[in-house]
């Protein structure tokens, strides 16, 4: 079965500093994987995607993830955060092709000024 | 142009009340999907349709019927609302060559 850990419920940095939010997936075969995010009110916006070929991604806003498979993990990372940045983040990992997104239970981003 | 539009975006309901949920992309995509997003942000899949076919339908309860008229359009029906009902439910789409999951902006459905 596939399955999403995000092992940080809530983290906090203060703007300009660096960022990086982590995921460990499980998955049978080569995982597709997402970082989405929400903030308060709103729905999920795509961020990055890794489907196969480089495993660094980058997406929009300045984040990028990496993609390691030794590790089984995707971790999401931005050089500078910005108080716009601070949401609920989900990874999430699928087999592509109209198969289900398994979500990971999220982070919450904090920015402090 | 939005890609992937919900109506309502709100539905405040009383306990027992038939409810629908509707789902409309306009990207040419041949699989859609409803997720739940519980209390705690916990987002789990409960159908997915694809080309109007239902290929996935997890444990959910037989009160929530999904139905696809067509391969853009995916509502949802709800039969006997109950409290535990309450949630945010988000509509997806997908194309099949995989080029990633869309998500309408959601309809947060409070049974009162």
């Known amino acids: 079965a596939q399955s999403v850990t995000q092992p940080d419920i809530h983290i906090t940095v203060s703007e300009g500093a660096s960022l990086e939010l982590r995921c460990n997936y499980s998955?049978?075969?080569?995982?597709?994987l997402f970082w989405y995010v929400q903030s308060p009110g709103q729905g999920l916006q795509l961020l990055l995607k890794?489907?196969?070929?480089?495993?660094l991604v980058q997406g929009i806003k300045g984040f990028e993830a990496e993609f390691k498979r030794s590790q089984s993990s995707f971790n999401l990372r931005k050089p500078s955060v910005h108080w716009s940045d601070a949401a609920e983040y989900f990874c999430?990992?699928?087999?592509?092709?109209?198969?289900?997104?398994?979500f990971g239970t999220g982070t919450r981003l904090q920015v402090t000024l | 142009d939005t890609a992937v539009s919900q109506t309502p975006k709100y539905l405040v309901t009383q306990m027992g009340n038939d409810k629908s949920i509707k789902c409309e992309q306009n990207l040419g995509h041949d699989t859609m999907y409803w997720y739940k997003q519980d209390s705690k942000k916990f987002l789990k899949i409960m159908f997915s349709?694809?080309?109007?076919?239902?290929?996935i339908n997890e444990t959910v309860p037989n009160r929530f019927s999904p139905k696809s008229p067509d391969k853009a359009h995916l509502n949802l029906h709800i039969n006997s609302l109950e409290l535990g009902d309450s949630a945010v439910y988000f509509c997806a789409s997908s194309p099949d060559s995989g080029g990633g999951y869309t998500f309408g902006s959601g309809t947060r459905l409070t049974v009162v």
């Open positions: 998955y049978g075969a080569t995982p597709y």
């Open positions: 999430a990992v699928g087999g592509g092709t109209a198969s289900k997104l398994t």
């Open positions: 890794y489907f196969s070929g480089d495993t």
């Open positions: 349709y694809n080309n109007k076919e239902l290929i």
